[in-house]
């Protein structure tokens, strides 16, 4: 099993910056992929950004792309989503999620989530 939990959310100001953390634990070295997802009140679920441990390979929503960079400390095992320039609309409650090596499903894993509020 993994552990997944998040740090870093709080309330900012738009155009302003957050760095969300996940610190993974447990059985990680069964890790090869972890993310990042959202969900807003009333929204489905999305998909905010991925990093490839194997291959330090990233993935970005459009949404995001050129804001926020994804990232791993390889010593601590911990993803961080790095936000900059923060819109009101990137509002939402942010969840990490960890793919295990040769799984049959997208996200084997998933932390509590962090509120991540961005005022106007």
């Known amino acids: 099993q993994v552990q997944l939990v998040e740090s870093g959310g709080g309330l900012v100001q738009a155009g302003g910056s957050l760095r969300l953390s996940c610190a993974a634990s447990?059985?990680?070295?069964?890790?090869?992929?972890m993310g990042w997802f959202r969900q807003a009140p009333g929204k489905e679920r999305e998909f905010v950004a991925a990093f490839n441990w194997r291959n330090s390979g990233t993935d970005y929503a459009d949404s995001v792309k050129g804001r926020f960079t994804i990232s791993r400390d390889n010593a601590e095992s911990t993803t961080y989503l790095l936000m900059n320039s923060l819109k009101p609309e990137d509002s939402a409650v942010y969840y990490c999620?960890?793919?295990?090596?040769?799984?049959?499903?997208?996200?084997?894993?998933w932390g509590q989530g962090t509120q991540v509020t961005v005022s106007s």
């Open positions: 447990g059985r990680t070295f069964s890790i090869n992929r």
């Open positions: 999620a960890a793919r295990r090596v040769f799984s049959s499903t997208d996200w084997d894993y």
